[in-house]
């Protein structure tokens, strides 16, 4: 029997436990199918994709120190693939292949599919409890993230995690080569890709800011979160990883989750969550509304305030940096993502499927499980969402998280020279001291729009 191992996304050597597994059983190939239409169709990012062609590149090099071949593949759809990876596994004589589970319904799909052709042993890395492990006392999957997190603590409580060790000693030097189909731009390079930078961003996070992640995280002016999600949306670094270095520092974060400390696992937790419930209900993945009451929304058709939401021209500041922020890096924070997504849905009134797609075609953390859930979440249509009735208000908001406008001036320049005060909803001072011609007037009136959308969710 020959085994190889597949990558997905689950692209680190360190901490791969299906990897080691397939190493430990004879494995010297590993596979990667490079399926760029496939993730076009579903509006992947541009930098995403740039990060991955670096960092198969560098898993490459890596993994031929120790003497195994990475095998990168261009691929174009799922459907095609079975019949392309019959042809490399006879060609190689593979029987055998050891991959992490993604769980979105066409990954599913396609796994069920490859099956056929070979034989695929499938593993659970992606996540710290595989699904369906946390579960209510009737054997459902939860509906409400605290009890969920309680019940995910009792299974893990009193574990110490570890980085599984390696099991191949370095064999010679890297010689490996950049596939010719990859146009990578280095627009992903402020992300490193390389292992000892990613453990030394990891570690300063871990050792300089979070102990204060709970007062800073929401204040965008603020490094006070870990930027580590463009890494775990492709598996370079695991949660469990995640857990036992923050054990090395708080060796009991998980007894005490009242601690500070905590506070960062709980966002971890609520990524498991998202995952958990894209395997109880796949239609999430298909665009559905987790609550079918909202179905009978009537979501208003508006490309042209759409495209003034996207350009970050909608005459609210907060909103308009936000937006920027993302067309401009690729990333964007999370109070911004729940204050955008709130705009869009409530105050323009206009479907989140269309701000979940934009947002992944821009984001280089973009998951579909996460956005989705946060998506849904700002919509108040999802699983433990917002209620309908919560609506954001963007000044407010603006002056809690940003309360001198420093965030604000960084992405919207033409408001660089109002004062604090004003700067949240700076129309009339505009108007009174000269500038209002440099930025757009609102597209919505707050007070208006609220009230449309307390109307139209009454459903
Ligand atoms: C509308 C909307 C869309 C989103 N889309 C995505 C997406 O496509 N991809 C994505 O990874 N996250 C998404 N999020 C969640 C969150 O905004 C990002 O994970 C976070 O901003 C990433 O920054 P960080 O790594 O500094 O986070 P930290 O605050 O350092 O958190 C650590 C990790 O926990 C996870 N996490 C944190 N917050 C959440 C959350 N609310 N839901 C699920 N996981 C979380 C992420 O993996 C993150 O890297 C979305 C949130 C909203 C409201």
Same mark, same amino acid.
């Given at each position: 029997?020959?085994?190889?191992?597949?990558?997905?996304?689950?692209?680190?050597?360190?901490?791969?436990? *299906?990897?080691?597994?397939?190493?430990?059983?004879? /494995?010297?190939?590993? $596979?990667?199918?490079?399926?760029?239409?496939?993730?076009?169709?579903?509006?992947?990012?541009s930098?995403?994709?740039?990060?991955?062609?670096?960092?198969?590149?560098?898993? @490459?090099?890596?993994?031929?120190?120790?003497?195994?071949?990475?095998?990168?593949?261009?691929?174009?759809?799922? /459907?095609?693939?079975p019949?392309q990876?019959?042809?490399?596994?006879?060609?190689?004589?593979?029987?055998?292949?050891?991959?992490?589970?993604? +769980?979105?319904?066409?990954?599913?799909?396609?796994?069920? /599919?490859?099956?056929?052709?070979?034989?695929?042993?499938?593993?659970?890395?992606?996540?710290? /409890?595989?699904?369906?492990?946390?579960?209510?006392?009737?054997?459902?999957?939860? &509906?409400?993230?605290?009890?969920?997190? =309680?019940?995910?603590?009792?299974?893990?409580?009193?574990?110490?995690?570890?980085?599984?060790?390696?099991?191949?000693?370095?064999?010679?030097?890297?010689n490996?080569?950049?596939?010719?189909?990859?146009?990578?731009?280095?627009?992903s390079?402020?992300?490193?890709?390389?292992?000892?930078?990613?453990?030394?961003?990891? !570690?300063?996070?871990?050792?300089? &800011?979070?102990?204060?992640?709970?007062?800073?995280?929401?204040?965008?002016?603020?490094?006070?979160?870990?930027?580590?999600?463009? +890494?775990?949306?492709? @598996?370079?670094?695991?949660?469990?990883?995640?857990? *036992?270095?923050?054990?090395?520092?708080?060796?009991?974060? $998980?007894?005490?989750?009242? #601690?500070?400390?905590?506070?960062?696992?709980?966002?971890?937790?609520?990524?498991?969550? +998202?995952?958990?419930?894209?395997v *109880?209900?796949?239609?999430?993945? #298909?665009?559905?509304?987790?609550?079918?009451?909202? !179905?009978?929304?009537?979501?208003?058709?508006d490309?042209?305030?759409?495209?003034?939401?996207?350009?970050?021209?909608? @005459? +609210?500041?907060?909103?308009?940096?936000?937006?920027?922020?993302? !067309? #401009?890096?690729?990333?964007?924070?999370?109070?911004?993502?729940?204050?955008?997504? %709130?705009?869009?849905?409530?105050? $323009?009134?206009?479907?989140?499927?269309?701000?979940?797609?934009?947002?992944?075609?821009?984001?280089?953390?973009?998951?579909?499980? %996460?956005?989705?859930?946060?998506?849904?979440? *700002?919509?108040?249509?999802?699983?433990?969402?917002?209620?309908y009735?919560?609506?954001?208000?963007?000044?407010?908001?603006?002056?809690?998280?940003?309360?001198?406008?420093?965030?604000?001036?960084?992405?919207?320049?033409?408001? =660089? !020279?109002?004062p604090?005060?004003?700067?949240?909803?700076?129309?009339?001072?505009?108007?009174?001291? @000269?500038? &209002?011609?440099?930025?757009?007037?609102?597209?919505?009136?707050?007070?208006?729009?609220?009230?449309?959308?307390l109307?139209?969710?009454?459903?």
């Amino acid at each position: 029997m020959k085994t190889a191992f597949w990558f997905r996304r689950d692209l680190r050597i360190y901490g791969n436990e *299906a990897l080691i597994e397939a190493v430990n059983e004879g /494995a010297r190939d590993a $596979l990667f199918f490079y399926c760029k239409p496939q993730w076009q169709s579903h509006n992947v990012a541009s930098i995403q994709l740039d990060l991955l062609e670096r960092r198969l590149l560098e898993l @490459g090099s890596q993994l031929s120190e120790f003497g195994i071949r990475l095998h990168i593949i261009e691929a174009s759809t799922f /459907a095609e693939l079975p019949a392309q990876l019959q042809v490399v596994c006879d060609d190689k004589g593979i029987d055998c292949l050891y991959a992490n589970k993604e +769980y979105e319904v066409n990954e599913v799909a396609r796994d069920e /599919a490859c099956e056929t052709v070979i034989s695929l042993k499938l593993f659970d890395g992606d996540l710290v /409890a595989k699904p369906g492990s946390v579960l209510t006392g009737s054997g459902e999957m939860f &509906k409400v993230f605290t009890p969920f997190k =309680k019940a995910w603590l009792k299974c893990f409580v009193g574990q110490q995690f570890h980085f599984s060790s390696w099991p191949l000693d370095k064999q010679h030097e890297a010689n490996f080569k950049k596939p010719t189909f990859f146009e990578m731009t280095n627009e992903s390079e402020k992300w490193p890709v390389d292992d000892n930078a990613i453990v030394t961003i990891v !570690n300063r996070f871990i050792k300089d &800011k979070l102990a204060d992640y709970q007062d800073d995280r929401d204040f965008p002016a603020i490094k006070g979160t870990s930027g580590l999600s463009p +890494y775990l949306a492709l @598996g370079i670094v695991s949660p469990k990883q995640l857990i *036992a270095q923050i054990q090395l520092h708080y060796p009991e974060v $998980l007894e005490n989750p009242s #601690k500070p400390e905590f506070c960062w696992v709980n966002e971890l937790i609520w990524r498991e969550f +998202y995952r958990h419930l894209i395997v *109880a209900f796949p239609r999430l993945c #298909k665009g559905f509304n987790f609550n079918d009451k909202y !179905n009978a929304v009537r979501w208003r058709d508006d490309s042209q305030a759409f495209e003034l939401w996207c350009n970050g021209q909608t @005459g +609210y500041p907060i909103v308009d940096a936000a937006m920027r922020q993302l !067309n #401009k890096t690729g990333w964007m924070h999370n109070r911004l993502r729940m204050i955008v997504a %709130s705009f869009l849905t409530k105050h $323009l009134l206009i479907d989140w499927r269309e701000g979940e797609a934009y947002f992944m075609s821009k984001l280089i953390d973009g998951d579909l499980a %996460s956005n989705n859930g946060g998506w849904q979440w *700002a919509a108040s249509t999802g699983c433990d969402a917002q209620p309908y009735f919560r609506i954001f208000n963007p000044i407010t908001q603006s002056e809690k998280f940003d309360p001198d406008g420093s965030f604000i001036r960084t992405y919207v320049p033409e408001l =660089k !020279n109002v004062p604090a005060k004003h700067i949240h909803f700076p129309h009339d001072y505009l108007a009174a001291f @000269g500038g &209002k011609e440099d930025y757009v007037e609102p597209l919505v009136d707050h007070k208006e729009a609220r009230a449309r959308a307390l109307d139209a969710f009454k459903v």
